[in-house]
Every structure is written in structure tokens, then in C-alpha cells.
């Protein structure tokens, strides 16, 4: 367990035995904000082996406050991917990221003494699928199943991401996925920082190159120091396209 989070469990129980929080305490956070997730894991690709990959999370955040508790709804700006290998590359088109429509996710906020730790319970998105159960239910493996939905709405099933093989090939799969994750921060001002515990699971559906359908698998990097998620009260100048720009400068990656 990371200490940031050690810190956080710790500040809860606190706030539990004492029997509560001092709601005069807690800042006002309504309103927008922009967020970073940094999600690394380990690759195991067919034709490269193990490498890894960390996707860089950028989206703003619509924020509503009743006492501790908070509403937050997503806009995602986009998503970048940095690999080790550069033997296959993968990005996420505009398409993808326009076509993502999140349900709002609740946080919990809790104060004990000078600290204001900020929780998440666990959230899921499923893309490209329509699922009973979004947490249980298995995802499509075929393109055939009715499950699955063109979400992006470029003609082809699922989700389309684009896939560079070599520097040279320049291909595509089509893929429904599921991601799972809770966030453990502490508030600082008009800063919110701390934790990802996450998980994924992605089906590929079809590809343009027969050697994208190969079974891939990855997990976690292991070291839970890595996860983490960024939230800043957001300027009037960050927009998604301006934060394109300047994304590493702002979340202070530079």
C-alpha cells in the first residue's frame, strides 16, 4: 500500500471514530476542473513481447457539491500513449475520445484536523458494448454479437484505435472495453492528488492486419507509486484543444 493512501484510509478512520467531519471544513470544489490519470501497465504484444505502456488521461471535469458529498460528470479532451517499444505504437483517435459520454461518478469528501482526503468508489465504463451488467456481464468476442455498437460511429463495430507496427504499417482494431477504477486523493487547495486503483479488460473484435487479432495480454505495473490522478481547478483558457498543447506543463510532467 502507498503511503498516500496509507494516509488517506487513516484520516477516514479518524473521521469515523470521532463521529463525523467538520462540515464548516470543507472547501467549496463546485464548478470545473480539469483532471490527469496516468495509467501504466505491462504489454505483453504478439510479435513484440513485454514493454510498457503508460496512457496519459486528460479531461475536464464538471464538479457538484452537496455538503461532503460531489457529483462529477466527464468530458474527455484525450488520451496520449507513451511505449517502450517502438516496435508497435497505439493511438486513440478523435472519434474515439468524442464519442465516450461517462456517467456522472461520485466522491466523497471527509476532513480530521488540517487534512481533506477525497474518495472515489469504484466506477465502470464500458465502450463499445451495451452490457445487463456492466460489472459482471463477459464482453462480446465477435463483432456479430448484439451487444456490440458502433459507439464511435465510423461504420465499423466497437471502438476503432489505431495501431503502428514498426514505424512502417498502419493499421487498425476494433475493440469493446471495459475500465474499472477508484481514486483515494487529498485536497490542497484548488488541487485534488492521490491514487488509482484500476483495472481494463479489452476484446478485439477485428483488425485490418491479421496479426492485430493475436491474443495480447498486459496488467498493472506493479508499483502503485505509478497510478496516479491529477485535479486542478480549471483557467478559462483550458479548453481541450489548449490543453493539448500544454498538458504536461500544466499537470507540472515537464
Sequence with gaps: MSNLRLRILLSLLLVTLVGGSALGAIPDLEGTWVMLQVYPRIAVLPL???????????????????????TMTDSYCFTSIEDTSFLATTEIPALFIAALRPHPREAT?????ETITFVQEPYVEVRGATLDDMLVD??????DDPRVWDQDGDGFPGMTVNVNLMGLIEA?????QRVQY????????????????WADEQVVLAATNPMLMADSSGYPDPDPSKHIFIMLRAQEEWTCEWLAEHWREVFGLE
Excluded at 463477459?138 to 463483432?143: K, Q
Excluded at 477508484?182 to 491514487?195: K, N, P, Y
Aim: proline fraction near 4%; avoid cysteine; aromatic fraction near 6%.
Design 172 to 176: 487498425q482494431i476494433y475493440v469493446v
Design 138 to 143: 463477459a464482453l462480446p468476442v465477435g463483432p
Design 182 to 197: 477508484e481514486l483515494f486523493g487529498i485536497v490542497s487547495s484548488d488541487r485534488i492528488e492521490g491514487t488509482i486503483e
Design 109 to 113: 469528501l471527509r476532513v480530521r484536523g
Design 48 to 70: 513484440v513481447g513485454e514493454s510498457v505502456q503508460t496512457s496519459y488521461v486528460v479531461q475536464r471535469v464538471s464538479i457538484e457539491q452537496t455538503d461532503e458529498s460531489l
